[in-house]
């Protein structure tokens, strides 16, 4: 099992920046790949960026692409999505997820954390 706790939430102004975290314990060696995924208030879960463990590949949905940057500290087993230049459109709940070979699918990940709101003012 691996066990995922995100952080980093909160109400920002449009314009503005929100770092969240994600940390990673548990049987992580098992997963390959980590991935944020975003769900407004009725929409589907939607994918936003992911990462690889090894190498560092990234990979970004075309909404976020050149605003958000998703990075990792392997020594702390943590995920980062740094996001600037925030929209209202941005405000949803975000979730980690990890997976061996993820990419997009929500349905590519076997591990997600509690998800935190992030809320984006006009």
């Known amino acids: 099992q691996v066990q995922l706790v995100e952080s980093g939430g909160g109400l920002v102004q449009a314009g503005g920046s929100l770092r969240l975290s994600c940390a990673a314990s548990?049987?992580?060696?098992?997963?390959?790949?980590m991935g944020w995924f975003r769900q407004a208030p009725g929409k589907e879960r939607e994918f936003v960026a992911r990462?690889?463990?090894?190498?560092?590949?990234?990979y970004y949905a075309d909404s976020v692409k050149g605003r958000f940057t998703i990075s990792r500290d392997n020594a702390k087993n943590t995920v980062y999505l740094q996001m600037n230049s925030l929209k209202p459109e941005d405000t949803a709940v975000y979730y980690c997820?990890?997976?061996?070979?993820?990419?997009?699918?929500?349905?590519?990940?076997?591990?997600w954390g509690q998800g935190t709101q992030v809320t984006v003012s006009s």
């Open positions: 548990g049987r992580t060696f098992s997963t390959r790949t």
């Open positions: 990462i690889s463990w090894i190498g560092g590949g990234t």
């Open positions: 997820a990890a997976g061996r070979f993820g990419v997009v699918l929500p349905s590519e990940y076997d591990y």
